[in-house]
């Protein structure tokens, strides 16, 4: 199973090309085809771990600069190094996605596309959920999330400490941002993403391998 996410720049116009710097902020995440410009300003990578899609999705909406499109389904193998020379339903649902995210007006910029459409839709509603909450954050409060680790105990002090503030300050952003809720769902929306690609699938004739 892969999952494909192409995301594409909403602003380009107004504050230049910033593909590069989605690039390095999605560099860390391993990747079977690691994430790469594709056409203007767009970039795509092909995972195959769900709960790697959601950070990688998650990063983008935090941005608040990107279309972003999840494709759930298979891609032929071997993998090129070149995305250009891939194939498989994976990209078709993806393309699908990104051009749904292009039309959300107001809403999170995110749609999941793949062979169970019932599920797609249950995906991208959590998943968007998720990037309210990410998206609504403030830089104050992004000062201190990215200082924790989930799942760790006792680091708000350490936190406190780092950037000179209080516990009590850093508790309050960690409770005002949803951090706790956040890290509480993605496992679920992992889990929904995984369940899009089956049992169901489309017929070949349904679909080209790449658009």
Known sequence: MHFVLTINQRDSRD???????????LRHLPAAVPFQRTIGDEAQVVLTDAATAVEAALIAVRQ??????????????PLPDNLADARGYGLVYSRRAVERAQRTGDRVPLAVDGPDGELAAEAEAVLRLLGLIVAARTEAEWKVLDLMTPGARGQQKFVAQELGITAQAVSKA??????????????????????????????????????
């Open 15 to 25: 504050v230049g090309d910033l593909v590069p710097d989605l690039i390095r902020s």
């Open 64 to 77: 608040r600069r990107w279309h972003v499109g999840v494709g759930v389904g298979e891609l032929e193998v």
């Open 174 to 211: 960690v409770v005002r941002s949803h951090w706790s809720e956040e890290w509480a769902t993605r496992p679920a929306a992992a889990r929904l993403l995984g369940l899009v690609y089956g049992p169901a699938s489309l017929p070949p004739a349904a679909l080209p391998y790449r658009v």
